[in-house]
């Protein structure tokens, strides 16, 4: 058994990876890192621990003070077992869509993977990260079982348009890569946020997220080396399409992944009046969007996909943040 890590991994930080074997070494440290470290959630969880075991009544998914909803006048005057279950029913629909989310990436690294040619370094990685992507996709199953809540994922209509992603490699990898991040990167924003805040979380949790964000770091920091690599050598025409679709595609992924699960909304009787100050109206709520997708934006910055044009989409998308000067 591998245990969970026991402090929350450091992100993977950016090199410079213009020419091709620096980028291949970043590559082929990647891979190797995946070797040296995983863990499998059948394995390395011990979901049977009673300290593990799931109670929908447990304080410890109240949501605190700080959140949005939690901090709201309606939600903590219901009474304690309401708010535990509110707080569990937001954890699993994140977990759940999370997965959906990650189902659609691992068709796309398998799409993309199929006509790579033999020797590529990404070959492989690509193998590792699908593979890990497999892991995390039963481990959040397990624990959205365990709660017994009728959690749905993405809402329908959203998951059948969301079926076009695996084949956007197909079209355009770097794309695709910029929908993974889309997906990814605030996914680990929240978890991190979530293990920073100083409360007491439950240990199935807490180990999920720890592993999570332990292996995410790699998967995010493959899916920035490609694009530092590829798209400032792309034709211009071509890096103003993605400049084009990018933007929409993060802003509408980080509206799904932050968005208020609507079930939940209808179970536990949510007024409309209580929804449109926390999330609709909130500009707490809107610049949490736009710190989501903080680290792509910059990413964005740097490989060239920002011009007048697109910066005009990404505000419109509401993801749009003028770079902090640098100190
Ligand atoms: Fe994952
Ligand atoms: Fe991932």
Redesign the pocket.
């Known amino acids: 058994m591998t245990p969970a890590p026991s402090s929350t991994a450091a992100r993977e930080s950016d090199e410079t990876v213009a020419d091709r074997r620096a980028y291949r070494s970043v590559i082929e440290r990647l891979s190797k890192a995946s070797v040296d470290k995983h863990w499998e959630p059948y394995r390395d969880i011990p979901w049977d621990d009673p300290e593990f075991l799931v109670d929908q009544t447990d304080p410890r998914w109240e949501l605190p003070d700080v959140d949005k909803l939690g901090g709201h006048p309606w939600y903590r005057s219901r009474p304690p077992e309401t708010r535990a279950r509110i707080g569990l029913w937001r954890v699993a629909t994140a977990m759940k869509i999370?997965l959906q989310f990650?189902n659609l990436l691992k068709r796309g690294l398998l799409n993309y993977a199929y006509r790579l040619p033999n020797g590529s370094p990404e070959f492989r990685y690509v193998y590792h990260e699908t593979i890990?992507?497999g892991h995390?996709g039963m481990m959040f199953q397990e624990f959205v079982n365990r709660t017994k809540l009728p959690v749905r994922g993405m809402p329908g209509p959203l998951s059948l348009i969301a079926q076009v992603a695996p084949w956007i490699p197909l079209i355009s990898t770097e794309l695709f890569f910029v929908f993974v991040l889309g997906g990814?990167d605030p996914i680990d924003h929240v978890q991190r946020k979530v293990l920073k805040d100083d409360r007491e979380h439950h240990p199935l949790e807490e180990t999920i997220m720890r592993i999570?964000i332990a292996?995410?770091a790699r998967?995010i920091s493959f899916a920035r080396h490609y694009l530092r690599n590829r798209v400032p050598r792309m034709p211009r025409h071509r890096r103003l399409m993605l400049g084009v679709a990018s933007p929409v595609v993060l802003g509408v992924m980080a509206g799904i992944m932050l968005a208020p699960p609507g079930p939940m909304i209808r179970r536990f009787r949510i007024p409309a009046s209580v929804v449109a100050e926390v999330y609709l109206r909130n500009r707490a709520a809107k610049q949490e969007i736009r710190d989501s997708v903080a680290r792509t934006r910059e990413l964005c910055v740097d490989i060239g996909l920002i011009n007048p044009l697109t910066r005009r989409i990404w505000r419109a998308m509401g993801i749009w943040s003028d770079p902090r000067p640098a100190r």
Do not use: L, P, S
Request: negative net charge.
């Open positions: 999370g990650e890990e992507e995390h990814e999570h292996e995410e998967h």
